[in-house]
C-alpha cells in the first residue's frame, strides 16, 4: 500500500480540506475522503489533488485515514 496525501481548497468552516490515507490506489483514496465528508460534501473529493507520499511500511492491511485536516467553525 502507499501513502497519498488528498486537498481541496476553498472549503468553509465545518469541512474537511485535507486527509492522508493509506491505500492501494487513488481510486480507494477518494472513496475515503467521500466517508469522511462533513459540510463540504462527498463531490468536492472527485476534483481533489492527489499526490503519492510513499510506501507504507506498516502492518494494517486494510486502507484507512491516519491523519485529516477539519476546519472548524
Same mark, same amino acid.
Given at each position: 500500500?502507499? &501513502?497519498? %496525501?488528498?486537498?481541496?481548497?476553498?472549503?468553509?468552516?465545518?469541512?474537511?480540506?485535507?486527509?492522508? &490515507?493509506?491505500?492501494?490506489?487513488?481510486?480507494?483514496? &477518494?472513496? %475515503?475522503?467521500?466517508?469522511?465528508?462533513?459540510?463540504?460534501?462527498?463531490?468536492?473529493?472527485?476534483?481533489?489533488? &492527489?499526490?503519492?507520499?510513499?510506501?507504507?511500511?506498516?502492518?494494517?492491511?486494510?486502507?484507512?485515514? %491516519?491523519?485529516?485536516?477539519?476546519?472548524?467553525?
Amino acid at each position: 500500500m502507499k &501513502i497519498y %496525501l488528498i486537498y481541496v481548497s476553498g472549503v468553509g468552516y465545518d469541512s474537511y480540506n485535507a486527509h492522508v &490515507i493509506v491505500a492501494n490506489n487513488e481510486k480507494e483514496v &477518494i472513496e %475515503l475522503a467521500k466517508k469522511q465528508s462533513a459540510d463540504e460534501g462527498e463531490d468536492v473529493w472527485n476534483t481533489a489533488k &492527489i499526490s503519492d507520499q510513499g510506501v507504507y511500511m506498516g502492518v494494517e492491511v486494510d486502507k484507512f485515514i %491516519l491523519l485529516s485536516s477539519f476546519n472548524a467553525g
